[in-house]
């Protein structure tokens, strides 16, 4: 007798759940519809599952992210098909390159409708090209196929822990789309642990035992630090790799000290370590570039190598902690001075920064700025919160003027792609992944354009504070070539953007307690309310317009400069 393929396709959908909660499954992202019914049904069923349901896929896709950042483990994102499983496509793409592991699971037509005008019918094999680690498309089920869906759903698990990235799974259903699920299949062995990569002996040349500095990026570990003290080197610490601390020869200022070619001459390397993600900062990246073909060696260590410049002379592919635990650079060449020098360049910086901030007429009087509310979100706020910042402007004011503390807040940001899009859900997503409190530093534009993360239907989980830096456009463009080589109408009327709506209007709108400030001590005010407080609050953080704000940077830049030549190039 022959089992009905409702039941069937329920069966099938609660095997996959099943093993996915055996392999570490806790949070899945539903976008309700109705060809996806089976898999919805038995993702709700499972009380191990934290089952967050969204309105759009766009920002579920980025929601399942945030997921994944905050928990280190695939969440399981599901919809609808057509054009549903179209609107994943940029969040798939970000957690590829950002490397977040992820389960995509869009559901199809059988193939009987495709290709003959059938509604909601689109061609989703290879949807997303090259950015899942793994692609599925096992076509509808059939009971005689039951031996293999454990080994699926392992599959598909396995493939976006190992590859620290997405799967797709393509998963056809027939009509009924409601069935019982009837005894699942028996577990199937799990594959025995392989280990750990071996770690590559580092005894090749002798790169360690010259004047160097590391730059540490998002992944960067904490190793990474020791071995900087022991080989007397500097590390120039981005916020995001969680090492920008108040400690011998960490450098924060990096991008203010390095845009001067006087500064850039007298800090020079023979040997730069990349260590992590490449920073955001253009002109920190400028610097390696031009350490490589001024001839200092590049040396790169991690599981991926990313190079843009293609100046990485010696690259080893090993995990970094691991790797600098075998390297033993005690020699008796070690020159301090080196250290020293970096040392008062990133005192001089602060010190500048600082001042300027105070003084500064934009900024005088606790007025917020861009850079002021980006130093000092770094500066005050408090483990275990966790500052989420944009990509564009808030995470370059994060990186350049981020001061180093002793116990800076856990920095995450969507840094694979580079793109505002999904910001708020990624946010939203790493409140509702972890019991610490989100702050979410971003733009007006990133605001707007993710509006639709503040449309999440069932319980808000987390508690994720907003802070909208409103300059009234496209805050980052004025920095660019663009902004000096057009006229300044053309240049509005393309880059501007200046939004015809109130961000405190579209927070209302959504129902979110909103706060409007203008200074640090009123956002301070604000966020003392509205952190781990309440789920998704607003604050409006009224800022110096686009060409103001261009002015103030300049002024910083100009500021330690001059710091710099005063103090250490005389």
Do not use: K
């Amino acid at each position: 007798m022959s089992v009905p393929i409702g039941d069937v396709q329920a069966t099938f959908a609660a095997t996959l759940v099943d093993e996915w909660v055996a392999a570490g499954l806790r949070h899945a992202v539903l976008c309700p519809g109705s060809r996806s019914t089976p898999l919805a049904l038995a993702l709700a069923e499972r009380w191990e599952v934290n089952l967050h349901v969204r309105l759009d896929e766009r920002g579920a896709c980025f929601f399942a992210i945030g997921l994944g950042v905050a928990t280190g483990l695939p969440a399981v994102v599901c919809t609808t098909s057509g054009t549903a499983a179209a609107e994943l496509h940029a969040g798939v793409v970000e957690a590829s390159h950002a490397r977040v592991p992820l389960i995509v699971c869009t559901a199809d037509r059988p193939p009987r409708l495709h290709h003959v005008g059938a509604p909601q019918t689109i061609e989703q094999v290879g949807l997303y090209g090259s950015a899942p680690r793994r692609s599925f498309d096992p076509g509808v089920p059939r009971d005689a196929d039951r031996g293999w869906w454990r080994r699926l759903a392992a599959g598909s698990f396995r493939a976006a822990v190992e590859g620290a990235g997405p799967v797709h799974l393509n998963l056809a259903f027939e009509e009924p789309l409601v069935g019982s699920a009837g005894a699942l299949p028996p577990p199937a062995p799990r594959p025995a642990a392989t280990g750990s990569r071996p770690v590559p002996a580092p005894a090749e040349g002798d790169w360690w035992r010259r004047r160097g500095l590391i730059l540490a990026g998002a992944g960067a570990p904490a190793a990474t630090l020791g071995l900087a003290e022991r080989l007397g080197w500097p590390v120039l610490a981005d916020p995001i790799s969680g090492l920008r601390l108040r400690q011998r020869a960490v450098v924060g200022a990096a991008d203010a000290v390095l845009r001067d070619p006087a500064a850039r001459a007298a800090l020079a390397a023979e040997v730069v370590l990349v260590v992590g993600r490449p920073w955001a900062s253009r002109v920190v990246a400028e610097f390696v570039e031009s350490s490589g073909r001024a001839g200092a060696e590049v040396v790169a260590v991690g599981e991926v190598l990313d190079d843009p410049a293609r100046v990485v002379g010696r690259f080893h592919r090993a995990d970094p902690g691991a790797f600098f635990d075998r390297l033993d650079p005690a020699w008796s060449g070690r020159d301090d001075r080196w250290r020293d020098r970096w040392e008062r360049a990133e005192a001089l910086a602060q010190r500048a920064i600082d001042a300027t901030l105070v003084a500064d007429p934009l900024a005088s009087g606790g007025r917020a700025t861009e850079p002021g509310v980006a130093r000092h979100l770094f500066g005050t706020l408090e483990r275990p919160s966790v500052l989420f910042v944009s990509s564009s402007m808030p995470v370059r004011d994060l990186e350049w003027f981020g001061a180093p503390r002793p116990d800076p807040p856990r920095v995450l940001a969507n840094r694979g792609a580079n793109g505002i899009d999904g910001v708020t859900s990624s946010a939203l997503g790493v409140a509702a992944g972890q019991d610490a409190p989100v702050v979410c530093l971003l733009g007006d534009l990133a605001f707007l354009h993710d509006a639709s993360a503040l449309a999440g239907l069932g319980e808000r989980r987390g508690s994720c504070t907003l802070v909208v830096l409103d300059n009234g456009g496209g805050g980052i463009f004025s920095f660019l070539p663009q902004a000096d080589a057009l006229a300044p109408a053309r240049f509005e009327q393309v880059f501007g953007t200046a939004p015809s709506v109130s961000v405190p209007a579209v927070g209302r709108g959504f129902s979110l307690p909103v706060a409007e400030v203008a200074t640090l001590g009123e956002l301070d005010t604000a966020l003392g309310r509205f952190v781990g407080v309440e789920p998704c609050a607003l604050v409006r953080v009224a800022v110096p317009d686009r060409v103001q704000n261009r002015a103030l940077h300049d002024r910083l830049h100009v500021a330690v400069a001059g710091a710099l030549r005063a103090g250490l190039l005389r």
